[in-house]
């Protein structure tokens, strides 16, 4: 594993709302053109970590280091430019614009417009379905096509990080491994790094390559997905099942 | 009969600038959620610097530039300097702080200027076109008309049709999500409250000759009775606010021709309580925009 | 907003006791509410009384102003501090009570009746017109929220001004009524300073409505009313009336500032539009802000500031030597433009006000001193 290899390193970090730090000293490496599953029960910081890579949530110690850079006051609207994109929990779809104006919205900050345009095409080719409903409002598509909508507006920017939170949730099966299956093709051929939470443990390590567990507030255990998925005296240690 | 056209007219004008200035109080509740109590008195500071521009240059239209350059500026101010600092889980402390703006700017004001009435004149005619012999409409009419049409135009143009604009509804709605997105969602909110401040500075231009002339609190009944319009077209609702200001203009002008302009703010009370009690969305409300 | 925050189910689940609060006070007075504050009320009284001989009349004189503002003061307190309803109107209600005691006094002295009943009748009716208004404005705030209350409220503010030039023939448009009032009674002796005696019933006035606000805001009902402040769904749940306590905040506030207004009628022997402007209502919202709308003692600073300050502007504007014109510029404006700043900056920086800032000093004057 060299330096460049790794695109995203976090070293002691805490964070937390108010007084309360919820993050405690998390330390977390993730290797370009990997995707890494953030596990853990309800409440155990994923959501918060996520939030506090992106910004979203002002670390009160540690590092974060992107791309061979420390991210220390760096803006959250400034991340994107970087390549990172963030699908926050829920989604975030606006529901007040159409799937067209969600979509552009994703690449509204990008100098190239010609590329960004054809980002554009090539999600509404990848998403049938929203290809369809241009002109409806956010508040109008359904929870798998809202999440197709996320995932897509990310795309828009053509991220070198993606942080997904949660994407299967509320979502039938047959969807989670389509939505599984495009982050691992994403994964081989533009070399996408995905940081993934999820509660849906057995899809997430399905397409992962690393793993970390958390509980409250901490990393209890960083290791290979396989080995979480194929030993399970470690599986019932930390995920219970 | 004639008399009921004259009015009829006369209200279409006097409701244009309304529209104009609810307009404005509907752009800032849109971005922000706050109803921007000092619209009046910012208002009326820009027609002031407007005015000082006029006097100096002998130009109107110069003083008309001035007036709206100094409504954006004075919009950006208001925002950067106070309003980002307020703490905005209370409805209350927003509008006391911007009952304090309208305290501190009608001072200065009075300091600078002084508390008479200054004369405020029109580039075009006040003196109403006839029809035949009914008296309509005056060039001076026709100028408002057009330029709170031009001013619609534009603001819908902007807000449908252009990245930025595309920028500020998204800010608006969903200001974190935003942020994610690469969208300065701080500059949005600043040029919201330039631009609503600017609108609302064109609308005090506007009416300002028609009235007594210009004064510290030329605009107070003007922002009572725009604050009413954009009720009734509901607070969320550029349309709605078009469509209210042009009634509460008509309403407000047969009130005055009839019963005398005394009443005029007691029918504005009587309006606003009769939409807030019995349609407290207002006629515009879009409900859909609240579930998200 | 305020320091002073419950826990909204707790006044419907349990009629909590009076609190305890026997720091320097004897023991007999931390058990009645009713006693202590009769007790403080008497003792302010006594020095107050003592206050007025000392003071020369026009000392006395802005002693009554502070009085009679700090009646609306106290109720403005209660319905933004306690019950979290913005009005902007409270300058229209004591216009309301001034007329009212106006017509009222001009129509005793017409008839020729005269006496010592012929005061506190007057008043009381102003007051009882004042809460009658109250209530029509605050049955209609009940179903309004945040913004939609301060539109309404600012329209009476402006409505009820001009609404003396459409009734003219009983308010006289702009110029307004004078005020007949009586001179001090003749028991108090032939020379008795007439502002001495106004600040006695000013005070009185004050004084007692401080007693009854106090009262109130510590009972059941003023529970009720910092519930519905908090948490309007909990209060409900936990069994209050949510319409009916807004609408008693309003009368009560209402009535409060209809006394004011009286008293200042009283006062100035005169009513007029220009006195009862949106300004007022203005003031008398940043006077309680500033002085701080946790508690009724913020009511006090804000009506002493309300006179005060016009007072310091001016004298302090007189210190540099101006152009007459520039100094009649400055004269009305320059409070204005103070208060409004003042009120920006306590909103932003010190939302307790005078009150709140008093508290935590005196806080932490305590927390150092076991350490010395
Ligand atoms: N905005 C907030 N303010 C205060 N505390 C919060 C906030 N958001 C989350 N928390 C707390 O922080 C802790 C971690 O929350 P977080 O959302 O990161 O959990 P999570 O692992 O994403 O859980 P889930 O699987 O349920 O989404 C929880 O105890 C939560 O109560
Ligand atoms: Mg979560």
Known sequence: MTADDVILQVKGLTAGYGAAPVLQEVDLTVRAGTIAAVLGANGAGKTTLLRTLSGLVRPSGGEIVYGGQPLRDVPVEQLVRRGMAHVPEGRGVVAELTVDENLRLGGLWRRDREDAAKALTEVYELFEPLAQRRRSAGHQLSGGERQMLALGRALVARPKLLLLDEPSLGLAPRVIAQIMALLRQLRDSTGLTVLLVEQNVRSALSVADEAVVMSLGRIVTATSADRLRDDEELRHAYLGF | MDRFVFLTFDGLSKGAVLAAFALALVLIWRAARIVNFAQGAMAVAAAYAGYSVTSATGSYWLGFAAALVGGLLIGVVVERAVMRFVDHSSPLSEVIVALGLVLVVQAVLGMVYGNEFLPAGTPFSRNALSVGDVPLLSRYDLFVFGAVLLVLLGLALLFTRTSVGLRMRASAFAPEVSRLLGVNVGGMLTLGWALASAVGALAALLVIPTELGLHPHAMDLVFVSAFTAAVVGGLDSPPGAVVGGLTVGLILSYVSGYLGSDVTPMAVLVLLLAVLLVRPGGLFSSTVARQA | ?372
Request: aromatic letters at 6%; a positive charge; one cysteine or more.
């Open chain 3, 1 to 372: 907003m305020s320091e002073q925050t419950i826990t909204p189910a707790a006044p419907a689940a349990a009629p909590a006791p009076a609190p305890k609060r026997s720091v320097a006070l004897p023991g007999f007075l931390s058990g009645s509410t009713l006693l202590r504050h009769l007790v403080l009320a008497v003792l302010a009284g006594v020095l107050l009384f003592l206050l007025t001989q000392q003071l020369d009349p026009f000392r006395n004189f802005q002693l009554a102003t502070v009085a009679a503002y700090l009646c609306a003061t106290a109720g403005l307190t209660l319905l933004v501090g306690m019950n979290g309803q913005l009005s902007l109107g409270h300058g229209a209600l004591m216009a309301v009570g001034a007329y009212t005691v106006a017509l009222a006094q001009n129509a005793f002295a017409d008839k020729g009746i005269t006496g010592n009943q012929v005061l506190p009748l007057s008043l009381a009716l102003g007051v009882l017109v004042t809460m009658a208004a109250g209530a029509v404005i605050g049955l209609a705030a009940a179903r309004l929220r945040g913004p939609y209350l301060a539109g309404v409220t600012l329209a009476v503010a402006v409505a009820v001004p001009a609404a003396t030039v459409t009734f003219d023939e009983t308010f006289n448009s702009e110029q307004g009524l004078s005020v007949a009032v009586e001179p001090p009674p003749l028991s108090l002796g032939l020379y008795f300073p007439n502002e001495r005696w106004q600040a006695w019933v000013a005070l009185t006035g004050a004084l007692l409505t401080m007693l009854l606000l106090a009262n109130l805001v510590r009972s059941r009902v003023g529970r009720n009313l910092r519930a519905v402040r908090d948490d309007e769904v909990a209060a409900r749940l936990a069994g209050i009336h949510v319409g009916r306590t807004q609408v008693l905040a309003f009368v009560v506030s209402a009535a409060s500032a209809g006394l004011g207004g009286g008293l200042m009628a009283l006062l100035a022997q005169s009513v007029s539009p220009g006195a009862f402007s949106l300004t007022l209502s203005l003031f008398l919202l940043m006077a309680v802000v500033i002085g701080g709308l946790g508690s009724l003692s913020g009511a006090v600073w804000g009506a002493v500031l309300l006179v005060a300050l016009p007072d310091l502007t001016h004298d302090s504007a007189q210190l540099v030597s101006l152009s007459p014109a520039v100094a009649q510029r400055l004269e009305g404006n320059l409070p204005l433009a103070v208060f409004g700043l003042t009120l920006i900056v306590v909103m932003i920086a010190a939302p307790g006000g005078v009150q709140g800032l008093l508290r935590r000093i005196g806080a932490r004057v305590r927390r150092r001193a076991p350490a010395r």
